[in-house]
């Protein structure tokens, strides 16, 4: 099974039960964001697809965007928390261990960045997985990395609804045009 019949099953899904949205929306997020599986489960196209479903089906934004965020964020402080206490033994854990370019970018990201580079790694796939599990490892102060964890997680939230609230609404225009 293809992952975009895998999203359009979950779009059905919340299309027919709204109140899942949120509680879907932060799974998603969490799992997105949360170190491991987000290498095996790319579920930002999910959340672009939830966004889109925003505009069409009247779910309102607001839940959803602040379970997103809220999903980000924590899957975000469990890779820290990974990090801080295995420390380098995570770089050999499955499946990171099959990804072994991914950790030393990671560490020359947050060592080139800091904490900065929390914030601009959650918008890149790839560095989303490691970035918070390397700051872990390096012991970055809790507070510093928190903060951009959380704010972060609520841009990228707000962001990935957005666009796709812009596709979908650009794709019904174009369905109705047509």
Not at 9 to 30: C, G, K, N, S, Y
Not at 71 to 93: H, N, P, R, T
Not at 104 to 120: N, T, Y
Not at 121 to 133: C, D, E, I, K, T
Request: charged share 10%; with cysteine; glycine share 8%.
């Amino acid at each position: 099974m293809s992952l975009e019949s895998h999203v359009q099953e979950v779009t059905d899904f919340v299309r027919a039960h709204q109140a899942w949205a949120a509680p879907i929306m932060f799974a998603l997020a969490f799992g997105e964001s949360l170190a491991f599986i987000s290498l095996l489960i790319p579920a930002w196209s999910f959340l672009v697809a939830l966004g889109a479903l925003i505009g069409s089906t009247g779910i309102n934004f607001w839940p959803v965007w602040i379970a997103g965020s809220l999903g980000a964020a924590c899957g975000d402080w469990l890779s820290y928390w990974i990090g801080f206490k295995l420390e380098k033994a995570v770089y050999q854990m499955w499946p990171l261990s099959r990804h072994p370019d991914l950790i030393p970018k990671g560490e020359r990201f947050v060592e080139r960045w800091g904490v900065l580079g929390i914030f601009i790694g959650r918008f890149f796939g790839p560095l989303r997985a490691s970035v918070p599990l390397v700051a872990g490892v390096f012991r970055m102060p809790y507070w510093k990395f928190q903060f951009a964890n959380f704010t972060s997680a609520f841009v990228w939230a707000a962001v990935l609804l957005l666009l796709g609230d812009v596709i979908g609404t650009a794709a019904a225009w174009i369905a109705r045009s047509i």
